[in-house]
């Protein structure tokens, strides 16, 4: 069973940073590196919206328009973790912050949509004040 834990949420000022990373356990060692993760938020009234996503270990990332340049996925598969190093932070990224992942038997393309992400965490707390 595949489960993931995040951590690194918290408040922070206006054009300040945090890092949140994202524990993946469940996969084997050979395994992790075929899965495709992703973060996602949710701010209160709002949909779960898609942020950034790292194919499989050594494949491309994907950002949404509104963290580019802001904010970076990355993963250690020594340490089955993806992190989200967010920047410059805005009032307007404060939400839950989710990790998603998803097995390699969902093929590719399409990382930005939720449904089809298969594993979610319990969700981080990020509050930027202004």
């Known amino acids: 069973q595949v489960q993931l834990v995040e951590s690194g949420g918290g408040l922070v000022q206006a054009g300040g940073s945090l890092r949140l990373s994202c524990v993946v356990s469940?996969?084997?060692?050979?395994?992790?590196?075929?899965?495709?993760l992703g973060w996602f938020r949710q701010a209160p009234g709002n949909e779960r919206e898609f942020v950034a996503a790292?194919?499989?270990?050594?494949?491309?990332?994907y950002y949404a328009e509104s963290v580019k340049g802001r904010f970076t996925i990355s993963r250690d598969s020594a340490k089955n973790t993806v992190y989200l190093q967010m920047s410059a932070l805005m009032p307007d990224d404060s939400a839950v912050y989710y990790c998603?992942?998803?097995?390699?038997?969902?093929?590719?393309?399409?990382?930005?949509?939720?449904?089809?992400?298969?594993?979610w965490g319990q969700g981080t707390q990020v509050t930027v004040s202004s």
């Open positions: 469940g996969p084997t060692p050979s395994n992790f590196p075929l899965f495709a």
């Open positions: 790292h194919t499989r270990s050594g494949g491309s990332t």
């Open positions: 998603a992942a998803r097995g390699p038997w969902t093929g590719s393309g399409a990382y930005d949509r939720r449904e089809r992400y298969g594993y």
